[in-house]
């Protein structure tokens, strides 16, 4: 029996878990990316490349304070106590126990009807202390499978948390940059509003002294009301932004739009990011390595599930002191001990374990294919995001080449007013054009910053060191 338990030991060492060995995979991806691509380094903050203060302040207050992130970061710790569960299971087991009954026997069962002596008192009262203790033989990986999914999953569980991170800073930075551009095409809206006072007053009079007709004032009064109806979409985008910005940094609206205030200056354009190379991503994106980490946790699973075929072996024993006589409880004729191994053989089960080891391979086949489909996405996101970044920069500078030869335009106009050579009307039809022109500018001066976002994004950018 001591060669027997001593030889238990180094075979479960020895043994090598059943089921597939999982091997960190090497997708195949495009050496280069084809979109054209900056050559700014990306930090781990990458806000803050905007150079805005209240930005970087708004996104820490949201890592702070989001519900998302927080139950992100809950199910994170309650993965790593479940992994804490699953590594102690089959370990090595010790428990005491400690037992005082008054029992009984019945005189007329085979016990005490078969002994000759005759009037025994069958009522006694026992006391016992005794150890249990017990200990798997984890022979085929069943346990060491389970604790291998336990930490993909765990390891899984904390990806998720920088990727909610991510996608945090991200959103708060895009309706940071969409509420500022509401505030300042309101701003040019109401100039232009009252461009378009100026000229309904300036036309009424032309129409009595005989130099228009009523046709000119009433298409000038039409562009008016137009100009003052577009300014509900503009007011509603705007609180809508803020309303978002509020969910997000878990901020009242109103504390929130005081601390914002006005319009200012639009943020700068940083330069683009250098993408690296497409297998960069594995490394920097948290969801493709959500993807991969639940990959090897379902084949560690499709272990577990051919494990469950094989025998399982246990050491179990318990000892201790049992006496009907509590003064005699721990001497020497009242220890008593039980000790060896034991056995579970999976007969018959109608196909119950063969079936599981099926579905388990086919959990790991679809969790490979959900891999490699998140990798491809990735790579395309950062594709089109280099696009969409390129093709907004182009069409920012052109609206802005448009607004200054706009301004040029504008001051030659003034001139010529002044020297009595143009009437105000034409003036302020020329500064129309300016303002509306400032206003394609700050809607490609928006797009350009959300494109660096969803780079920045797409490119797996984190928010903590």
């Not at 100039?191 to 002294?209: F, G, H, P």
């Not at 790579?379 to 040029?408: F, G, K, M, N, Y």
Request: glycine letters at 6%.
């Amino acid at each position: 029996m001591k060669q027997l338990l001593l030889c238990l030991p180094l075979l479960f060492l020895a043994c090598r878990p059943v089921g597939p060995t999982y091997v960190s995979p090497a997708p195949e991806l495009p050496a280069t990316y084809a979109a054209p691509a900056g050559a700014a380094r990306l930090p781990s903050r990458w806000w803050e490349a905007l150079g805005d203060a209240q930005l970087n302040g708004l996104i820490q207050q949201a890592l702070a304070q989001s519900p998302d992130l927080r139950i992100a970061e809950a199910r994170w710790r309650q993965a790593r106590a479940l992994q804490g569960v699953q590594d102690a299971v089959g370990g090595p087991e010790l428990g005491l126990g400690a037992q005082v009954s008054r029992d009984r026997l019945s005189p007329n069962s085979g016990l005490l009807a078969s002994l000759p002596a005759k009037g025994l008192n069958p009522e006694f009262t026992t006391h016992q202390i005794a150890f249990d203790a017990s200990w798997e033989l984890d022979l085929f990986g069943h346990n060491r499978r389970l604790s291998e999914a336990a930490q993909a999953r765990t390891e899984a569980s904390g990806e998720r948390l920088r990727d909610a991170g991510l996608v945090l800073s991200a959103e708060v930075a895009r309706n940071y940059i969409d509420y500022r551009s509401w505030q300042q095409r309101l701003a040019l809206a109401l100039d232009t509003l009252l461009n378009r006072q100026e000229l309904v007053r300036l036309t009424t009079l032309q129409a009595r002294a005989g130099e228009v007709t009523v046709l000119d004032v009433q298409r000038a009064e039409t562009s008016h009301r137009i100009q003052e109806a577009s300014l509900a979409d503009l007011r509603i985008g705007l609180r809508q932004s803020l309303a978002a910005l509020a969910t997000l940094t878990d901020l009242p609206m109103a504390s929130l739009e005081a601390r914002l205030g006005e319009a200012s200056r639009p943020l700068a354009v940083p330069e683009a990011p250098a993408p690296g190379l497409p297998s960069d991503l594995l490394k920097r994106r948290p969801d493709l390595r959500v993807a991969e980490r639940e990959w090897a946790a379902a084949s560690a699973d499709v272990g577990v599930a051919v494990a469950d075929r094989y025998p399982r072996f246990s050491l179990v024993g318990t000892g201790g002191w049992s006496s009907v006589q509590s003064g005699t409880l721990v001497e020497n004729a009242s220890r008593m001990w039980s000790v060896g191994p034991q056995v579970h053989l999976p007969i018959f089960n109608s196909g119950l374990l063969a079936n599981q080891v099926r579905a388990n391979e086919a959990a790991s086949e679809a969790a490979s294919a959900a891999y490699r489909k998140a990798v491809l996405n990735a790579v395309a996101d950062v594709e089109v995001a280099l696009t969409r970044l390129a093709r907004s920069e182009d069409r920012r500078h052109q609206l802005l080449d448009a607004e200054t030869l706009q301004r040029h335009m504008v001051a030659l106009t003034e001139r010529q007013w002044e020297a009595g050579e143009v009437s105000k009307i034409t003036l302020l039809e020329a500064r129309r054009s300016l303002l509306g022109q400032e206003d394609q500018a700050l809607q490609a001066h928006a797009q350009s910053l959300s494109a660096l976002v969803s780079l920045c994004k797409a490119l797996g950018g984190g928010w903590a060191e």
